[in-house]
């Protein structure tokens, strides 16, 4: 089955650490977004990507980073800089042309202790 | 810059109701508005998307319409079933510093709950 998946599910933070999800697409698709989910709030684009090597910021990028070496994946490091990381976070990815849909993982909650 | 909003923020209905989802967004230069449907604590699944040239789209109950000029497009879900209980949010791709994905900017969501 084509689809994107997201690990782990949960992830618990201590306070100063940096921590890396993971999204990975075998939908063939060109772009890949990670977007940030508030409680009661609509999601945030923290960085896209639209070919492999390149990427970049979105509204909310200070305190995290990508990379994008293989078209499957698309991971994010949330570091020690972000001041408030706990949040659900959300990777999607799409096929070139503006009028496609775009598709979503089940997320990654992340949590600081 | 694009903002979209929701209305209303929780609408609890019976069963059986037919029932109206609102969103608005500020800059009509948008390429397709989707509609996403997200159950708690998971990701988001598309239910309709309607582009720009589009004035709606069907899918089983759920009908969705766009109309660029006033900047507002509604979802209409008839005969409401509990397992319609959901957050439901709309997001408008508008195009992104001249590439071809765009990007997209989602309202607040509205939070659905239909009661037996």
């Known amino acids: 089955d084509g689809g994107i998946t997201q690990s782990p599910k949960y992830l618990f933070r201590k306070e100063g650490q940096n921590v890396t999800l993971s999204c990975e697409q075998n939908l063939n698709h060109d772009a890949m977004y990670w977007y940030r989910q508030d409680p009661g709030q609509g999601l945030r684009l923290i960085y896209y990507s639209q070919i492999v090597n390149d990427f970049q910021k979105g509204d909310i990028a200070e305190g995290y980073s990508v990379s994008r070496e293989k078209k499957e994946s698309f991971p994010l490091t949330v570091t020690s800089a972000q001041k408030n990381p706990t949040a659900f976070y959300l990777c999607?990815?799409?096929?070139?042309?503006?009028?496609?849909?775009?598709?979503f993982g089940p997320g990654t909650r992340l949590t600081v202790l | 810059k694009q903002e979209v909003t929701q209305i209303p923020a929780a609408l609890s209905v019976p069963e059986g109701e037919n029932l109206v989802l609102n969103c608005s967004f500020t800059?009509?230069?948008?390429?397709?508005l989707q509609w996403f449907r997200q159950d708690p604590g998971k990701g988001l699944t598309s239910l309709l998307l309607?582009?720009?040239?589009?004035r709606e789209q069907t899918s089983g109950r759920l009908n969705a319409s766009l109309d660029k000029s006033s900047g507002r497009s509604t979802l209409y879900i008839a005969a409401s079933q509990p397992g319609d209980s959901a957050t439901y949010l709309c997001a408008g791709l508008a195009n992104a510093g001249g590439t071809s994905y765009g990007k997209l900017t989602f309202g607040q969501g509205t939070i659905l709950t239909v009661h037996p």
């Open positions: 800059d009509s230069a948008i390429y397709n």
């Open positions: 309607i582009q720009s040239s589009q």
């Open positions: 999607a990815s799409k096929t070139q042309g503006l009028y496609n849909e775009q598709f």
